[in-house]
């Protein structure tokens, strides 16, 4: 069983409202990656981290930002939602390497209208 | 850039039948190789991996083989159940150490009893 969850699972915002997705794992993994979901079921990442005070950009740009103060944490951030964000995120963390099972929370669906 | 090429879907089968979802690679070196499975609501779930050429990676029934030589990593099973129903994703890390994946498009695969 997975230690990786999301906050909240379902979002409903209105435009222009800010919004965080919470993300938190207890299993003390170094690296964590927020994905986005496309409703043609994709994923693609978009932010990515290797450990504490370290974020990069991933391949899909995203109006998004996150940050990592703390190893189990890494909530993303959109300051002012937009209909075109409307997505599922998910979520992950792994231990190691390009050979290590990454894990992945059950995911948030954002909705903007 | 790496890419990974899913094959089209959805794919329906009656319970019990075999098994074959395509998927191809493009990539410099020596990628590692994973089938993840979602089921509905749910985030990602590693299936199988397999990390050097000629590895099968297996799991409840599920095979894969890495196959460099046609940069191939099908997924197949015998007999399918009803609860396999799910949509199911190949995914490859790059040789960078990252831990990022690339995913395929995913394929939906529907089992009727």
């Known amino acids: 069983e997975a230690d990786i969850y999301q906050t909240p699972r379902y979002l409903v915002i209105g435009t222009g409202k800010k919004i965080t997705l919470e993300c938190s794992q207890t299993?003390?993994?170094?690296?964590m990656y927020w994905y986005q979901q496309d409703p043609g079921m994709e994923l693609h990442l978009i932010h990515y981290?290797?450990?504490?005070?370290?974020?990069e950009k991933g391949d899909l740009s995203s109006e998004s930002t996150v940050s990592r103060i703390r190893t189990e944490h890494f909530p993303l951030t959109l300051e002012s939602a937009r209909p075109s964000h409307t997505s599922q995120y998910l979520c992950?963390?792994?231990?190691?390497?390009?050979?290590?099972?990454?894990?992945f929370g059950q995911g948030t669906r954002l909705t903007v209208v | 850039g790496d890419s990974v090429t899913q094959m089209e879907g959805p794919v329906t089968l009656s319970e019990e039948a075999f098994l074959t979802i395509n998927c191809t690679y493009t990539?410099?070196?020596?990628?590692?190789l994973f089938w993840y499975v979602q089921y509905p609501g749910e985030g990602l779930q590693l299936l199988l991996k397999?990390?050097?050429?000629?590895d099968k990676g297996s799991n409840k029934g599920f095979e894969a083989t890495y196959r460099k030589e046609t940069t191939s990593f099908h997924l197949e099973k015998g007999s399918v159940q009803v609860s396999d129903s799910a949509v199911y994703f190949c995914?490859?890390?790059?040789?960078?150490?990252?831990?990022?994946?690339?995913f395929g498009q995913g394929t939906t695969l529907q089992v009727k009893p």
């Open positions: 992950a963390s792994s231990s190691g390497d390009r050979n290590t099972e990454a894990f």
């Open positions: 299993m003390g993994h170094d690296k």
């Open positions: 981290s290797y450990g504490v005070n370290s974020t």
């Open positions: 990539a410099t070196g020596y990628p590692s």
């Open positions: 397999a990390t050097k050429a000629d």
């Open positions: 995914a490859l890390s790059d040789q960078s150490n990252t831990g990022k994946l690339i």
